[in-house]
T-cell receptor, first 113, second 116 residues
């Protein structure tokens, strides 16, 4: 079936550098995408979302880019900090037709001090 | 900042026993969800709940599972006869309102269920 997946299972980044986490999705009907951060032993924490009528959205130190042509989503973290170390999931939803979020497997981000 | 809470944080049970996992969603939210995450795997959708009834459920959510909103604050997931493969983290989530487009789901810290 269609699914959300991640290109890189692990990513190590030097503190202060920018991080880019990628995600591919295959459900062309999905129109809402969310990035979640999950620290060890905790639940997914909302970071940023984007709707399919946009191609870029910025938050505090984070930017999400959506390329619908190639069905690709990315999360950019500026000036990565040790506290950013976690597993990052992208999730997709067809919010007008379904209540469920479909999650990717996750990318583990490790920040090197 | 309002948050979703879940109890217990860890539940250990014997195979075949019933368990009830409890959640208190964010107070003004209208949509409630349960997800599970088997160790090392993706977060998987189980069920969504709105207006005191199930809106959508996945294949995982079979007859052994049920959900209930017994009062104005709690949202529970019951597993009637637990199996070894039910061992996982169970996350509750809630969201405000879908049609406006502001349906971001906020997750609780999870309950770790261990079935022996």
């Amino acid at each position: 079936g269609e699914s959300v997946g991640l290109h890189l299972p692990t990513l190590s980044v030097q503190e202060g550098d920018n991080s880019i986490i990628n995600c591919a999705y295959s459900n062309s009907a999905s129109d809402y995408f969310i990035w979640y951060k999950q620290e060890s032993g905790k639940g997914p924490q909302f970071i940023i979302d984007i709707r399919s009528n946009m191609d870029k959205r910025q938050g505090q130190r984070v930017t999400v880019l959506l390329n619908k042509t190639v069905k690709h989503l990315s999360l950019q973290i500026a000036a990565t900090q040790p506290g950013d170390s976690a597993v990052y999931f992208c999730a997709e939803n067809f919010w007008a037709g379904s209540y469920q979020l479909t999650f990717g497997k996750g990318t583990k981000l490790s920040v090197i001090p | 900042e309002p948050e979703v809470t879940q109890t217990p944080s860890h539940q250990v049970t014997q195979m075949g026993q019933e368990v009830i996992l409890r959640c208190v969603p964010i107070s003004n939210h209208l949509y409630f969800y349960w997800y599970r995450q088997i160790l090392g795997q993706k977060v998987e959708f189980l069920v969504s709940f709105y207006n005191n009834e199930i809106s959508e459920k996945s294949e995982i959510f079979d007859d052994q599972f049920s959900v209930e909103r017994p009062d104005g604050s709690n949202f529970t997931l019951k597993i009637r006869s637990t199996k070894l493969e039910d061992s996982a983290m169970y996350f509750c989530a809630s969201s405000w309102f879908r049609e406006s487009g502001t349906d971001t789901q906020y997750f609780g810290p999870g309950t770790r269920l261990t079935v022996l």
